[in-house]
């Protein structure tokens, strides 16, 4: 396309929209009749007589139309604008792992779980294994529960699989 055109088009855009501005203006600026068509009911009568039945013509009702205020022109915004607020709230999985399993630590253990903790970090003795679940639920809070089974078993490889998944459960727990 030459630079003739090209200006050519660009100053036909502008005189187009100039024009299309114009007549928005003069078209928000004037009221408007609105012509609603209303037909009456028809009433049924009884045959009594064969004449024929004439319809009502419609009646118009002309209600005024206020002109629309022109909303004012604003820059649109980014989407990341949009959802910046949200981005510091909580969300519902965030919420739901919170409560996850903050019961009983005893409830929170799967069957298969128990007999791996039981036969590798319990030495297969089942009363050590309840006992020391029954003390890590009274404590408060998961420091402690740390601490506790660093004192009582400072032999666990802490890098282990099995202590690994058993302090997750912690964790979850606390």
Known sequence: MKEKEYREIKEMLRQLEQKIDTLYRASTEQE?????????????????AAKPVVAAEPVIV????????????????????????MAHRPTVADSLAKNKNKGRLKDAIPLNDK?????????????????????????????????????????????SPAVQKFLTLLKDVF
């Open 32 to 48: 408007f009749e609105l012509e609603v068509l209303v037909e009456p009911a028809e009433v049924v009568k009884p045959a009594v």
């Open 62 to 85: 002309a209600e005024p139309v206020v002109a629309a205020e022109p909303v004012a022109a604003t820059e649109p915004a980014v989407v990341g604008d949009l959802f910046a607020s």
């Open 115 to 159: 007999f791996l903790y039981v036969k590798v970090l319990f030495s297969e003795n089942t009363e050590l294994y309840e006992s020391t679940l029954d003390h890590l639920q009274s404590l408060e809070n998961l420091q402690q529960a740390e601490t506790y089974l660093a004192e009582v078993f400072p032999n666990w490889e802490l890098f």
